[in-house]
């Protein structure tokens, strides 16, 4: 064990999540309490709650600490059908109680799966993570939201513009930034026969004639690049071509 | 020089490595843009960049060819960071030398110029009422075509 006597103390907080996937039918017999075991949440609280206080004599090289709070919080995920599991805990003391958070909800979600095993076998655990901490001397922490994807032009084929030789000939489309989310549309293959003609016009016509949605390609600003260039409605496709949609850039 | 990359950059660090061993060079000029917490919407927490892999890269260079071929110089350096960022952070980087000022200002300017209304890069805010896609702006296009302007007179 690190030895702590001369660390300042400072008041911590440490917040860690995880997450149980389930049948949506477990998930509404949780909600509405008809599970045979008895009340699922109020049991896996007073679990989570314990395991925390119990870290040392799990986690060979954690301190026992006088924790001064331990919060468990329960969020029922239908889209998902998933349990969010949230834990706290604070302290002034020396040391960090992050171990602590995520020890709480590593039993609270063992204690979920637990009390519905009866009903459901597949349910699974995951996502355990630290989302914050703060106090002590490395500093505060926050996990970085994910958000969108952060590169979605990168090619699939090493050289674009380059035919497959055995390949049906073929368009690659590719709808980026705000286009993407506008048309729910990432990528997209199309063959190069039904196009109207062999141009981006004849493109865009051919997409709309297989989707009403890409009737957006020609609303607003919409720019496009073939094999990465800057291109127009009279640009020349050939087979292989790479064509890209996109809204006017905004970087710098 | 040009890289597209998720980690911070340090200016300083940056000109100096183009200075390195150089006596050449008589001027240098450097150009950071940060995320600002206000845009279209007050209180902008975070911004993710999003860009077009592979063309990127292409477009960066032919801006830079083309302040090679406008000005004289001694050599450029082009980052441009992609992912999440915060305000304060650095997003982007043009470090130009020259052997007179007026070229390393004026291809420094044009630089970012056409970087604004070239390069496939995208910026999504998130702020405090939600999260949205900037709009260009029609005062980058001016600044663009000013240069289009010189080059015909």
Not at chain 2, 64 to 70: F, G, H, K, L
Request: charged share 25%; aromatic share 4%.
């Amino acid at each position: 064990m690190v030895d702590v006597a001369d660390k300042v103390e400072s008041q911590r907080e440490a917040v860690a999540s995880g997450r149980i996937r389930m049948h949506p039918e477990t998930l509404a017999l949780l909600a509405d309490g008809e599970l045979p075991k008895g009340d699922v949440l109020a049991t896996a609280r007073i679990a989570g709650i314990q395991a925390a206080k119990r870290t040392p004599e799990l986690i060979p090289l954690c301190h026992a600490l006088p924790l001064s709070k331990v919060a468990i919080e329960f969020r029922l995920d239908e889209p998902s059908s998933s349990v969010e599991v949230s834990a706290t805990c604070r302290l002034n003391g020396r040391t960090g109680v992050e171990m602590e958070a995520l020890t709480a909800v590593s039993v609270a979600c063992l204690t979920l799966y637990d009390m519905c095993k009866a009903v459901d076998k597949d349910m699974e655990i995951g996502e355990i993570r630290l989302e914050s901490k703060t106090g002590g001397k490395s500093g505060d922490y926050r996990r970085q939201a994910v958000s969108s994807p952060i590169v979605t032009g990168a090619s699939r084929h090493a050289d674009p513009g380059l035919a497959l030789a055995t390949a049906e000939p073929t368009v690659h489309i590719k709808c980026l930034a705000e286009l993407r989310e506008r048309l729910g549309v990432s990528d997209l293959d199309i063959p190069f026969d039904t196009l109207e003609s062999a141009d981006i016009a004849g493109l865009k016509a051919a997409l709309i004639a297989t989707d009403a949605r890409f009737a957006g390609l020609n609303e607003g600003r919409v720019l496009c690049a073939v094999n990465q260039v800057m291109g127009g409605d009279q640009t020349p496709l050939t087979d292989g071509d790479e064509v890209a949609f996109f809204p006017p850039v905004t970087g710098g | 020089m040009i890289r597209v990359q998720q980690k911070a950059f340090d200016a300083g660090a940056e000109q100096q490595a183009l200075l390195q061993g150089r006596s050449d060079i008589g001027a240098v000029v450097s150009f950071t843009g940060l995320v600002r917490d206000f845009n279209e919407r007050p209180d902008v927490r975070a911004l993710t960049l999003e860009h077009y892999a592979g063309m990127t890269e292409r477009a960066l260079e032919a801006i830079v060819e083309d302040a090679e071929s406008r000005w004289s110089l001694q050599g450029v350096r082009l980052i441009h960071r992609v992912g999440c960022l915060e305000p304060g952070d650095p997003i982007v980087l043009v470090v130009v030398a020259s052997a007179h000022r007026r070229s390393a200002f004026e291809a420094c300017d044009f630089i970012m110029d056409y970087l604004k209304t070239r390069a496939p890069f995208w910026k999504k805010e998130h702020t405090a009422s939600g999260n949205y896609w900037v709009a260009e702006r029609s005062s980058d296009h001016q600044d663009a075509a000013r240069w289009e302007e010189e080059c015909n007179n």
